[in-house]
């Protein structure tokens, strides 16, 4: 075939004679035919798999003959924001307008529409009455159940509803993908399936609801801006977060208005032969040479590509489960990892790029030092429903074990062609720390630190910690100094360059001050600090909207109690707490002194 990539126009269908195509791929982002884009990876899967794609990628939404131009599908429309929440990528952690999206062409801003999956369907609706539509990827994940919309500040229903599709699937999708497809080629229509792992569904009929269902309380129960509503919220969430386990987690049953929202299990974890098989598709890895044209901003191609293109992704899934993080609700808090042979597979493919230079960016996942399940409990049971993997006080069933990790990098960088094998996405340092074979860390400093290792400690407070669920603070300063002392041995000059949350629940005035005293005392001032972002789909989002951490009920039985930075002037001294040293900071953070009663601090901080 003379076109390597997925169609993009009605001419490429009928190069493959293809007259309307099974599937349209409706995606906010851009195309990149790689695997670590959702489009390019289900519609790879879909089309070995037998079925027909095409992509329509960040269409003009005010133009609904954009969403005719391949024809009506036989089978549906598959719609996805893209990989970012469309309000995530469209504005900033204090609501400001992003001035770029490096999922887009040249990276320019305004190709992807607020709320994207109401928007494109809106469109498809107008075009094709009664078509099947099927939401997916993050945007649809994390607003599967009524959820707390940080833009509107405001509880929103299921975005299944809200965007008037007929079925959602939430996860990664590859398992459930293909089994609905296998149902709407039977004949099913979208609106009637039922039973498929890694969906969720609406009825207004109570009996279609399963027998072992979990009620979760009602969306009018939980949308006011009460004291019982927000508990009932926290409630809702808890239930949420203890069931998102493919082996221990229950169908749950949300009542919405006069239907209810039905959420089947999570999809079984790939094996590692699904997942090997998955991304050894025949991806280009490359953006669709449509792009090598000039944007409006002059610049070519699409950003976000350079971050992947030379990296390896070995795992998904996260049992940290940091209290920010929507992981957990996405991807699970099992492990899948890909082989070594797989991997080793891709990074020969890699080098043969003209492009590449020798090195390779990252071998990684969500944490890329986790590369199995947590503990031997795991496979058969499932993740704990009540029971953290790490944090503070790490369970002592984990398995702390980089072996096969040291093995697969050392294959990696005795590559033919390859310089350096880089680790770029996060590591847990607890983890690391937790490991009494030190052969890692020191493979880690020797061989695939690039001048600086990143890190995120998020806070220096305890009590904050805690609820971030994060690895306490002493822990880091072992950590910071056992890395210090290897770079010392091994003759290295690499720093570590840690991150910080400013305004996370929890934490007030008091909490950024500890902070600022103690980068004072290490003589680092972050030249960025990020503010806490209330997304969907995270523990630290439900304490922001409801004042509560249901994760930790006391003796009375209510939630415990926990304060919220609120409004944009207290997150900024918050924030230049952080960055004391600023000039421009100087009135904010005598500001925050004095309405802390610090004004002893004054000197000491802004001399």
């Known amino acids: 075939m003379s076109n390597p990539f997925l169609p993009i126009s009605k001419q490429d269908l009928l190069e493959r004679g293809i007259d309307e195509p099974d599937f349209v791929f409706v995606s906010g982002d851009a195309y990149v035919d790689h695997a670590s884009f959702a489009s390019a990876l ?43 929440d469309s309000m995530v990528s469209n504005y ?9 999206d490096v999922y887009a062409h ?33 945007e649809a994940s994390l607003r599967r159940t009524s959820h707390y919309d940080y833009w509107s500040n405001t509880v929103r229903r299921s975005i299944l509803l809200d965007s008037k599709a007929d079925l959602l699937m939430y996860g990664m999708g590859e398992h459930s993908i293909l089994e609905i497809a296998a149902k709407l080629r039977e004949g099913v229509p979208a609106k009637a399936i039922r039973g498929v792992r890694g969906t969720v569904w609406y009825t207004s009929k109570p009996e279609e609801i399963p027998e072992k269902a979990i009620m979760l309380p009602s969306y009018a129960e939980i949308s006011k801006n009460t004291p019982e509503s927000k508990r009932l919220f926290a409630e ?67 950003p976000a590509l350079s971050e992947v293109q030379f990296s390896l992704v070995s795992s998904r899934g996260c049992f940290g489960a940091c209290s920010f993080c929507a992981i957990t609700f996405h991807q699970g808090r099992r492990i899948q990892a890909r082989s070594h042979e797989s991997l080793v597979k891709e990074a020969k493919i890699m080098t043969e790029n003209p492009d590449f ?38 369970c002592k069933n984990v398995n702390v074990d980089h072996t096969e990790y040291v093995e697969l990098l050392r294959k990696l960088r005795s590559l033919p062609k390859v310089k350096k094998v880089f680790i770029r996405s996060g590591i847990r340092f607890d983890y690391l720390m937790m490991d009494n074979d030190k052969t890692f860390f020191k493979e880690l400093v020797e061989y695939h630190i690039s001048g600086q290792l990143k890190v995120a400690p998020e806070h220096v407070s305890n009590k904050l910690l805690r609820l971030m669920r994060k690895s306490s603070h002493e822990l880091y300063e072992k950590f910071a100094a056992e890395y210090a002392d290897w770079n010392r041995k091994l003759g290295k000059k690499q720093y570590l360059v840690p991150y910080y949350i400013c305004s996370h629940p929890g934490a007030g ?37 409801t004042g509560l951490n249901p994760r930790n009920r006391l003796a009375d039985g209510n939630f415990e109690e926990v304060y919220v930075a609120r409004g944009a002037h207290e997150r900024r001294l918050q924030r230049a707490l952080l960055q004391f040293n600023r000039r421009e900071n100087a009135p904010l953070v005598k500001e925050a002194l004095e ?13």
């Not at 519609?43 to 954009?66: F, H, I, M, T």
């Not at 609706?125 to 539509?133: D, F, L, P, T, W």
């Not at 230079?357 to 795991?378: E, L, M, S, W």
């Open 236 to 302: 809702s969430y808890l239930i949420q977060e203890q069931n998102t386990d493919a082996i221990n987690g229950h169908i749950l049953a949300e009542p919405v208005d006069a239907r209810f929202i039905v959420q089947e299990p999570a999809a079984l974890p790939l094996t590692t032969e699904e997942f090997d098989s998955i991304y050894e598709l025949p991806f280009t890895r490359k953006w669709h040479p449509m792009y090598d044209a000039p944007a409006e901003n002059g610049k070519t191609g699409i």
């Open 42 to 84: 289900l519609g790879r899967l879909l089309e070995a798999n037998g079925y027909s794609v095409a992509l329509l990628c960040q269409p003009d939404w005010k133009n609904v003959e954009e969403f005719r131009k391949f024809g009506r599908p036989r089978l549906g429309f598959l719609v996805s924001a893209g990989a970012m």
């Open 106 to 138: 040249g990276g320019v801003a305004g190709h992807r529409p607020d709320r994207a999956l109401i928007t494109y369907i809106s469109k498809i609706r107008e075009a094709y009455k009664g078509v099947n539509v099927i939401i997916g990827g993050i």
């Open 92 to 100: 900033t952690a204090n609501n400001k307008p992003r001035s770029e």
């Open 595 to 607: 309405k802390a009663g610090r004004r002893d601090l004054i000197k000491v901080l802004l001399k």
């Open 509 to 545: 005035l008091a909490e950024a001050i500890e902070v600022a005293l103690y980068l004072k005392k290490t003589g680092f001032v972050p030249d960025q600090v990020q503010d806490f972002y209330p997304t969907p789909g995270s523990l630290s989002t439900c304490m922001y909207w």
């Open 357 to 394: 230079k020798g090195y390779i960016h990252d071998v990684g996942g969500p944490t890329a030092n986790f590369r199995h399940d947590a503990c031997k409990f795991q496979k058969e049971r499932g993740a704990c429903p009540n029971k953290d993997c790490m944090g503070t006080n790490p």
